[in-house]
């Protein structure tokens, strides 16, 4: 069976969290490492895709584009994948860690201010059961340059990790993974946004309700005016736009 559907050309994973994770502990347990890309990817990112062929190429070669947002996943639905189920970064982060504390897998936590990762690293233990975290970083604000890129393959190489989380934001951590994957050899490299900041506390979640009618975003809106209100002016209409042209099929994609 398929297991993507095309939003404004980015293949988006069309199952659920459980499957995913399923998934994911079965590779880990039975397939060589490939440094499978995996991002949690909403709006923003899909919309950016549209305006970066760069980035587009960098979201349809990953192994999994998990829908992020609902918007995305109504589209999916629109379009057949009746099963589609969001695929939210800090929801596919906790189940993963739940539903591995108690095998062999490895993590390794990558992102986040100066604290942050090392922060989540007790919060796994304590949050989730899961004392398998092998290492933490945290990157610079700026670009990182191939050696420090080296280093840090050498560091999450000597870990022996599986899994490398990637917390920065898009399309920052996807860029960040691509580079990543040519300095180390690891079962996945996933990226998941604010995961980091949620599950460490630092930033306040939407109610359930509010994220499962698509209005997250406009809760984190309100949440962090000064730092969102122009990116969400930007993406909301412009993601109902390209959407609504691909419906009256005056757009190609």
């Not at 069976?1 to 039975?30: D, F, H, S, W």
């Not at 994220?211 to 730092?227: S, T």
């Amino acid at each position: 069976m398929e297991k993507t559907v095309k939003v404004l050309g980015i293949p988006l994973y069309n199952q659920n969290i459980p499957n995913a994770v399923a998934e994911l502990i079965r590779i880990c347990k039975e397939e060589p490492p490939q440094n499978r890309l995996v991002s949690a990817t909403g709006a923003h990112g899909l919309v950016y895709a549209q305006e970066n062929e760069s980035f587009a190429r960098i979201l349809q070669d990953f192994y999994w584009n998990l829908p992020d947002g609902m918007p995305s996943v109504w589209i999916g639905r629109w379009k057949g994948a009746k099963q589609m189920q969001r695929c939210y970064g800090p929801g596919f982060f906790a189940e993963t860690m739940k539903k591995t504390a108690t095998t062999t897998i490895k993590h390794f936590l990558c992102g986040g201010k100066e604290g942050v990762a090392e922060e989540l690293k007790e919060k796994c233990g304590k949050k989730f059961g899961n004392y398998n975290i092998v290492g933490t970083y945290c990157p610079p604000f700026r670009e990182m340059t191939d050696t420090e890129m080296k280093e840090l393959g050498q560091k999450i190489q000597e870990s022996q990790t599986d899994i490398v989380w990637v917390g920065l934001s898009t399309p920052k951590q996807e860029v960040f993974a691509m580079k990543l994957s040519k300095f180390i050899q690891c079962q996945f490299i996933i990226t998941v946004g604010a995961a980091f900041d949620f599950h460490t506390d630092r930033v306040k979640r939407a109610p359930r309700w509010v994220q499962n009618i698509g209005m997250e975003w406009f809760f984190r809106l309100m949440m962090e005016p000064k730092r969102l209100y122009k990116r969400y002016l930007h993406v909301v209409p412009k993601f109902i736009y390209l959407n609504f042209l691909e419906l009256l099929k005056l757009r190609k994609v």
